[in-house]
C-alpha cells in the first residue's frame, strides 16, 4: 500500500517562531543555506527566503516538481515573474502585501524630510565640528505626487496628512475615485507632474513601469523639485537621472538603484543633491511581525483549501 506524503511547507523563518500554523503540513526550515534541508521536489508551498539576491531565491524553483505555491515576503514580485513562467501550470506567486506598506512609507517620508531640510549636510558638518546655518525648503505647503498609488503609495499618503502639504497628485495605472480624491491615470502624468514640488515613486517594476522615469519624466518635472525612489530601481532611468543631476536643477532621494547593489565607484555615489539608503525600506521592526502573521493566514488558508490571498500571478 502506497503511503501518502505529508505536503511540505519550506520557510525561511524556524517553524516554532509562527504562531498559528495548521497541523497536517511538515514544516521546513531554509534560508538560503548552501545546502538544501530535503528533497525540493516534495515541497508545495515555497516562502522565499527574504533580502536574499534573486539567483539564490529562485535557485530551488526549477526542483520543485510538486510546487503549487510560491509565497515571497516582499511587496514586488519581478525576481520570480522569468522563473514562474518556467515552471509546470497552476503554481501561483503570492507577494506579501500588508507586510511592507508601514515601513516603506516611512522611508519614503524620511527621505522627503532628510532632502528637503538638509540632514545629510548637517551630519557632514557635524563630523568637521563645524556650525552652518540657513534656509531649507519645508514639506509644508508643497505638492507631493505619488506616482504608484496602491497600497504603499495610499501609506505614504497617511504619513503626509500631518505636513499640512497643499495637495496630494495621485497616479495609478488606471484612473479611480478615493474618499481623499482623484486618481489619475499614468497617462495624466505629462500634464500634471510639472505641478508636483515632490515626486514619491512607488510603483512595481513591469515591463511597463521599467523605464517610466525617463529623460522626458525628468524633464517636466518643475526646477528644484525632489525625486523620491521606495519603488525598484529600474522604474528610473539611472543615466537620464545622472544628467540632470548634474545640472543641479534636480534633486533625489534614492532607496533603490539600477544597478543594485551600487557598486563602488559609481557616479551616482557622487552626483550633486542625491542621498542614497541602501534598500532598507523594508527590513525594520515592523517586518518580522506582520510577516509572521501573513504566513500563518496564508498557510491556515491552503491546508484547508480555501483561496490564498495577495495572488498576483499563475504559472
Known sequence: MTSVRTPQVWLPIAPEEVEGLPAGLEYVYWNAGEQFPADPADCVFYVAPY???APVKVQPLPLMSGLRVIQTLT????????????LHPGVRLCNARGVHEASTAEMALALVLASLRGIPQFVRRQDRHEWSSGFHPSLADRTVAIVGYGAIGSAVEDR??????????????SPR???????????????????????????????????L?????????????LLVNVGRGPVVDTGALLAEL????LRAALDVTDPEPLPPGHPLWDAPGVLI?????????????RAKRLLADQL?????DRPLRHVVAES
Not at 75 to 86: H, I, K, N, Y
Not at 213 to 225: C, E, N, T
Not at 300 to 304: K, L, T
Request: charged residues 20%; glycine residues 10%; contains cysteine.
Open 213 to 225: 522615469v525617463d529623460a522626458a519624466f525628468l524633464a517636466r518635472m518643475k526646477d528644484g523639485a
Open 277 to 289: 539608503s541602501p534598500h532598507v525600506g523594508g527590513p525594520t521592526s515592523a517586518f518580522l511581525p
Open 246 to 249: 548634474g545640472t543641479g536643477r
Open 160 to 173: 503626509l496628512a500631518g505636513f499640512e502639504c497643499a495637495r496630494v497628485l495621485r497616479f495609478a495605472r
Open 177 to 211: 475615485e478615493t474618499e481623499r480624491g482623484p486618481v489619475h491615470a499614468v497617462a495624466d502624468l505629462p500634464r500634471l507632474l510639472p505641478q508636483a514640488d515632490v515626486v514619491v515613486v512607488v510603483t512595481p517594476l513591469t515591463p511597463q513601469t521599467k523605464g
Open 75 to 86: 511587496a514586488g514580485v519581478d525576481q520570480f515573474l522569468p522563473a514562474l513562467a518556467r
Open 51 to 53: 533580502m536574499q539576491q
Open 300 to 304: 491556515q488558508r491552503f491546508a484547508a
